[in-house]
């Protein structure tokens, strides 16, 4: 099943993080918490202003994301968690490519 977002509402897969600290303690799955970062699945056209006019969204398919840890709704599509949220909830686009750098550094 495909799944296109209206308006401003943005589709997000969670990222898995780890189940070890850097110690090597393995933190059950029960007391871990619900990663507060994502990667952008779809995102919709876009809300309008008050003029009509379509604003497209800051975001798009394949940017890794920032949010709240309340945002969003869960949805189940195809056996697979996902979250829509609207744009207004996000608070920021991680670089990637930027964390990698300071860590090989």
Not at 17 to 25: L, R, S, V
Not at 81 to 98: K, P
């Amino acid at each position: 099943m495909k799944f296109r977002p209206l308006h401003d509402r943005v589709v997000i897969k969670r990222v898995e993080e780890d189940t070890k600290t850097k110690g090597g303690i393995i933190i059950p799955e029960n007391a871990q918490e619900k990663p507060m970062q994502g990667d952008v699945i779809a995102a919709g056209p876009g809300a309008r202003d008050k003029l009509g006019k379509i604003v497209p969204p800051g975001v798009k398919a394949g940017d890794r994301v920032l949010f709240g840890k309340w945002s969003g709704t869960e949805v189940k599509i195809d056996d697979t968690e996902y979250l829509i949220m609207n744009e207004a909830d996000i608070m920021g686009i991680v670089d990637v490519a930027a964390g990698s750098k300071k860590a090989a550094a």
